[in-house]
């Protein structure tokens, strides 16, 4: 089961060569763990280029929602299984992990695994993320798709680049209200919800995680 999974997984991650201002992606949660089950979505961590958080954002809901890899409110719909999880976005002033630190993120974060993107920004991410015990090296796994990107993501990011896009990045506030609606009335205790331009976390039911996490554990 887990080596199909990860060759869906992979397969999906690819569609990030198209999804303009990713620095980076990694893969997190149950994929990095080695707790995967039958019914597990694909958690990933996406490193995103300064200033363009909600544009990168913005493509890869469109990107992967295009092609059957992400829906709104999967989770509640019960339709999970196999879809990318887009929960999480940082850029480099929110690499560093806020505390407090559990040991459910020492686990997390010491098992992230870079599938896509640059090395040298992912060794930055790494590098910022000091509170980690033991100290994370990083590793290129047999995972590592690369890093290229399309042409069209390459013309996308020169159009995107200036004033145009630091316009169109104003248009966050469309962005802000959908996600603040969709998400304050379900958080639960122990949450972890962060919607600003330099950070996007959207891990709502981490109690519930957690918990699952520890009945793995002593399982």
């Known amino acids: 089961m887990e080596e199909e999974k990860w060759k869906k997984f992979l397969k999906a991650v690819g569609l990030f060569r198209f999804v303009p201002f990713t620095d980076f992606v990694m893969a997190s949660g149950s994929l990095a763990t080695g707790t995967l089950r039958e019914s597990s979505d694909f958690d990933v961590l996406i490193g995103v280029r300064q200033g363009r958080i909600f544009t990168n954002r913005f493509f890869a809901v469109l990107i992967f929602g295009i092609t059957g890899n992400f829906k709104h409110n999967m989770h509640e719909r019960g339709v999970a299984k196999d879809m990318i999880c887009l929960n999480h976005f940082v850029t480099p002033k929110a690499y560093k992990f ?122």
């Open 98 to 219: 806020s505390p407090p630190y559990t040991d459910y993120d020492q686990e997390i974060y010491q098992n992230l695994i870079l599938v896509f993107g640059d090395e040298e920004k992912a060794k930055e991410f790494i590098k910022a993320n000091d509170w980690l015990n033991p100290k994370k090296i990083y590793e290129r796994s047999d995972k590592y798709l690369g890093n290229r990107r399309t042409f069209l993501r390459r013309f996308i990011e020169f159009l995107l680049d200036g004033s145009f896009g630091n316009l169109l990045e104003e248009l966050k506030f469309i962005q802000i209200k959908t996600i603040h609606r969709g998400s304050l009335l379900k958080i639960s205790e122990g949450a972890r919800f962060k919607c600003d331009e330099n950070e996007l976390e959207f891990h709502i039911g981490s109690a519930r995680t957690i918990k699952k996490w520890k009945e793995r554990k002593m399982g």
